[in-house]
């Protein structure tokens, strides 16, 4: 058996970001009677600063994921994130992939999708709270599951926001204006997007608004509201993320794609979308570039048993 190795670049080639969409919604419903996924994340501490270690299965995939992501230095060049895909019935890897661009895809599009079922049908005005480069790409995700009217980008540092604003409406064609403030930033929105460390002003969002907090798992203490949280239909990827600060109750979004649960049975209901991106999302997201993948000859392939 070969081992395939794909470099971050060869990764960009083969990552669909559509299709991506698609196999995130289908491994998200309700899990086959024959068993669900089962994952593991864990922290290593080390002399050069903490590895992360993510393992996922699923009934759906004929193979198991390691994601190992290590902390870099801030001037270090790459991500320090790589995906290694196991053949299930073997253990024998599969392939070996640079996880930096496609971790941030996956989430992006988890992101979409998301919003696509739980937002209003009628969602245009999309406010982000945080700029960098999760605001972009969870703005071009959104472009696959929605038409864009007008987005409102708010961050601390209002010279990066406004430059990333200009470069933005470039990119997608859509009016984006840098704001002063997150409650300007919100005032009209239909969905916001928080990717950065910006706190929600409290009881900012109007009735019927949808709020994604993405990278939520990175927060020690709720950035949304608990006025907001308690008036809200509160999900996430899985039910009852492990989120210290997460409301009891948390739906997870397979209920709402295969039709158990209405994701808003009133037109005003506030919903809310806790971003985890649990190692499952690691494995559908590799096997997505792995098979894409199956057939380019000018990638490397090693024997490791040779």
Known sequence: MLTTFLSRGEVVRHARALHLLRELREALVAPAPDGG?????????????ETALRHATASSIPAWSLTVRATLRADARGSGAVLHLYDGPSGRLLSSMDFGHLGSLSQAVLGALAVDVLAR?????V???????????????????RSLERVMLYDADLAASTSQALALHQALSVPVRACESPEEAVALADVVILTGKV??????????????VMGAERWL????????????????ELASPALPWAPAG??????????????????????????????????????????????DERLTRVDLDG
């Open 37 to 49: 996924p089962s994952s593991l994340a864990v922290e290593v501490p080390g002399r050069h600063g």
């Open 127 to 145: 406010a982000v709270l945080g700029a960098g480069p999760m605001a972009s790409s969870a703005l071009k995700a959104l472009r696959l599951v």
């Open 221 to 236: 203490e709720a950035p949304v509201p608990t006025s907001v949280l308690a008036r809200a239909r509160v999900f996430s």
């Open 250 to 295: 948390v739906t997870g979004l397979g209920e709402v794609l295969d039709g158990r649960v209405t994701a808003r049975p009133r037109p005003g209901d506030l919903t809310v979308f806790l971003a985890t991106t649990p190692p499952l999302i690691d494995l559908v997201a590799g096997w997505h570039v792995f098979e894409g993948a199956r057939h």
């Open 199 to 212: 706190r929600l002003p409290s009881d900012a969002l109007r009735d019927g608004t949808h709020l994604s």
């Open 121 to 125: 049908p009628d969602a245009a005005c």
